[in-house]
């Protein structure tokens, strides 16, 4: 019985490890996202007459 016990209390911790490794990449991965998107949108200025005008045919 204790086996079993402790085999199960084996599998909990290895899936609670390959949790938080999971969680963490997912974090850095997030914060890289948002930093490069932040620098894009820093880089670009808009066009001034991009947006104004819409060319339509019926």
């Given at each position: 019985m204790s086996v079993v016990m402790?085999?199960?209390q084996v599998?909990?911790?290895a899936s609670l490890s390959v949790m938080k490794s999971a969680m963490s990449t997912a974090e850095?991965?997030?914060e890289a996202?948002?930093?490069m998107l932040e620098s894009s949108n820093a880089q670009q200025t808009?066009?001034?007459n991009l947006?104004?005008?819409i060319?339509?045919?019926a």
């Open positions: 402790n085999q199960a599998k909990q911790q850095q991965d997030g996202l948002i930093e808009p066009h001034p947006g104004k005008q060319d339509l045919k």
